[in-house]
């Protein structure tokens, strides 16, 4: 034989065992999902029944609370109690005013009447870069501005606060009489 014909032989032995060696092996083991030998039931069992250390998850937040501005600590005598959004919430295109609240800490939206309930307690501002271009805007101008804006509601406390993603300032519009 010669020597070329004797180092094919001998590739195409090692490629025929390697072949067959990995036909013979067997495929990964895919991951448990649960212990072995429980069934669905004794799992399920398992995640409802209390945990052994004696804690508890926590409960849902109360529904329905009212905004802690609104009602008895309203400034205005005989002021309606009213319902906080809920956490999640979006607000979507609405009107109002950009001012600062009683304590002049921080930055409130109010709203303008929606034509449907008139109940829209103000909303705090959290700061990001969107109340920031408002803030810059307001101070540079002597009139009071109307902006249109869209956010996420969240809610701590009593109070709705909303996390801005977009604001526009409405165009003045000529009062005609």
């Known amino acids: 034989m010669t020597r070329s014909a004797s180092a094919s032989a001998f590739a195409l032995v ?3 065992t390697s072949l067959a060696g990995a036909q013979t092996t067997k495929p990964a083991a895919a991951p448990a ?8 039931e004794q799992m399920l069992n398992q995640m409802l029944a209390p945990n052994a250390d004696g804690t508890r998850p926590l409960p849902p937040a ?9 009602g008895g600590n309203a400034v ?5 109690a009213v319902t ?3 956490e999640g919430s979006l607000i979507v295109d609405r009107t109002g005013r950009f001012v600062r609240n009683n304590d002049g800490q921080q930055w ?12 829209d307690p103000p909303v705090v501002i959290l700061p990001n870069l969107t109340m920031m ?8 101008t002597s009139r009071e501005l109307r902006f249109r804006i869209t956010g996420e509601v969240t809610e701590y406390r009593g109070r709705n606060y909303v996390l801005l993603r977009k604001a526009v300032v409405m165009p003045e519009v ?3 009489f």
């Open 108 to 119: 409130e939206f109010v709203f303008d009447s929606d034509g449907r309930a008139l109940k």
């Open 14 to 16: 090692v490629l025929l």
């Open 76 to 80: 205005a005598p005989g002021a309606p």
């Open 133 to 140: 271009a408002m803030e810059n805007y307001a101070t540079g």
């Open 62 to 70: 109360a529904g329905g609370a009212t905004d802690s501005t609104t």
């Open 33 to 40: 999902t649960r212990p072995a030998g429980t069934t669905a």
């Open 174 to 176: 000529a009062q005609q």
């Open 84 to 86: 906080v959004m809920r």
